[in-house]
């Protein structure tokens, strides 16, 4: 599919719209809750790049805390600025992937058990972070050491403007690396992939190998989403950066949000932080498991109801009838069967 110049264009002036939100002076909690939702939306985006291919991932709160305990781990005992620190954690968090993947993908694991590998996987990160009190603070968390004044930008210890943008900067670079892979082969085998592991060997696609490309990717994003965070956070705690919530809370957004479209993980993500919040301010200390009963609840209405996301319910809505649908929308999940029109085209 040839690039027109609207399709650069349109991102473009987007990104640059938003990129002057921090200009407007708004008030720092919506900054706040701003930068989070870009951050989570980033890592939403990078667990929907394994997950539209049916490589379903409960453990990508690993990869947030490999990349972000390795950032602050080197500027706390060696001296290392971030600005190295977190290109460092995110080449951790890839090498996690691979470690994690290619003996699963070689050995056939799939489906519900690859899931439980990577929730196992997840757990033992979260256990080996809590282990290791001595360095990491345990379950009590760490917090990067502070730098002065003059030397905050070196250290990554930037106003909440400079986290915008950028957060908004690798939450790009998520949204691009999405557009590469869904217009590149590695799409079309994995899709081949999805549908028939054996069919796709037998015609010559290497199936382990093109697995693990997208699973590197992604934990190479999620590992930069949790580096971020933690640097923005100037906290690292394993329950909120290693722990099975988090990864549940990306698994959440990206569901929600809607997996098979380019923006469906950011409207999750959108979806998610104003949940949270909601529940927070409606329920405070008084229900304390009310927002993991409450996203377990709505998890599972929209895998019943709602398999392709917000987004697939609001393209829907956009389409017209009677219009035929281009094919690039149409496209869905692995397996779905095409719904003709209701209507012919009209004349």
Same mark, same amino acid.
């Given at each position: 599919m040839r690039t027109t110049t609207r399709d650069i264009a349109l991102p473009l002036l987007v990104l640059a719209a938003l990129a002057c939100l921090p200009l407007l002076g708004p008030p720092d909690y919506f900054m706040h809750l701003a930068i989070t939702t870009i951050? #989570? $939306?980033l890592a939403c985006t990078a667990w929907a790049l394994m997950g539209r291919f049916g490589i379903v991932s409960f453990g990508h709160g690993a990869f947030l805390g490999v990349a972000a305990y390795s950032m602050a781990l080197l500027w706390n005992l060696q001296g290392i600025t971030p600005w190295i620190g977190l290109p460092v954690g995110v080449a951790l968090a890839a090498l996690a992937g691979a470690l994690l993947g290619w003996p699963a993908f070689r050995l056939r694991v799939v489906g519900h058990y690859f899931a439980l #590998? +990577?929730?196992a996987a997840g757990e033992i990160v979260r256990i080996l972070? +809590? $282990?290791l009190r001595s360095i990491t603070g345990g379950s009590l968390g760490m917090t990067p050491n502070q730098a002065p004044p003059a030397e905050a930008f070196a250290a990554m210890q930037m106003s909440k403007a400079g986290f915008w943008w950028l957060g908004l900067l690798a939450w790009a670079c998520g949204l691009l690396a999405w557009r590469l892979l869904d217009r590149s082969m590695t799409s079309k085998a994995l899709a081949a992939v999805a549908e028939d592991e054996d069919a796709a060997a037998s015609i010559g696609i290497r199936v $382990?190998?093109? !697995?693990? !490309?997208?699973t590197l990717l992604s934990a190479a994003l999620a590992g930069l989403a949790g580096g971020l965070t933690a640097q923005y956070r100037m906290y690292l705690n394993p329950e909120t950066l290693s722990g099975l919530g988090v990864s549940l809370q990306i698994v959440f957004g990206a569901i929600a949000g809607g997996m098979y479209s380019l923006? *469906? &993980? +950011?409207? *999750? =993500?959108v979806f998610t932080i104003g949940l949270d919040e909601t529940l927070r301010i409606g329920f405070g200390t008084q229900f304390i498991g009310a927002a993991p009963l409450i996203y377990g609840l709505l998890l599972v209405l929209f895998v019943l109801f709602l398999p392709r996301g917000i987004a697939g319910l609001l393209e829907r809505r956009r389409r017209r009838p009677g219009h035929d649908v281009p094919a690039a929308v149409a496209r869905g999940a692995p397996g779905d069967v =095409?719904? &003709?029109a209701t209507e012919p085209p009209r004349a």
């Open positions: 951050l #989570v $939306a #590998v +990577t929730l972070i +809590t $282990a $382990a190998r093109e !697995k693990l !490309k997208v923006i *469906g &993980p +950011t409207i *999750g =993500a =095409a719904v &003709p």
